[in-house]
């Protein structure tokens, strides 16, 4: 009975909530850059290949074929312009 009512006089509850709050507002820069740098011209044509590939891998019933190779290069020319802006951000 006394635990209960120094959570209730304390507002443990409360603060619980309210930190909770703040965590939502907070944005993870790499997450916006990486989005920023997923629109350049180099990423989405990239992008558009690594969609083909799916889009004809998905088509057949049996297949030998991964999109491995484009997922690769798309990641790797997203991330080569994230390296130059990121660090920007950081503190």
């Known amino acids: 009975m006394v635990f ?3 959570m ?5 509850p409360e603060d619980e909530e309210e930190e909770e709050e703040e965590e939502e507002d907070m944005v993870d820069p790499l997450e916006v850059v990486r989005d920023k740098c997923a629109q350049a011209e ?3 044509h990239a992008r558009a ?9 998905g088509s057949k019933s ?5 999109c491995t ?3 690769f290069d ?4 997203r991330d080569h312009c994230v390296a130059h802006k990121v ?3 950081v503190k």
């Open 49 to 57: 290949k690594l969609e083909d590939c799916e889009s004809r891998v």
């Open 42 to 44: 180099h990423c989405v």
């Open 8 to 12: 209730i006089l304390n507002g443990e």
């Open 74 to 77: 798309f990641l790797h020319a």
């Open 87 to 89: 660090f920007h951000s």
């Open 69 to 71: 190779e484009e997922l």
């Open 4 to 6: 209960e009512e120094k």
């Open 62 to 66: 049996e297949t030998r074929e991964d």
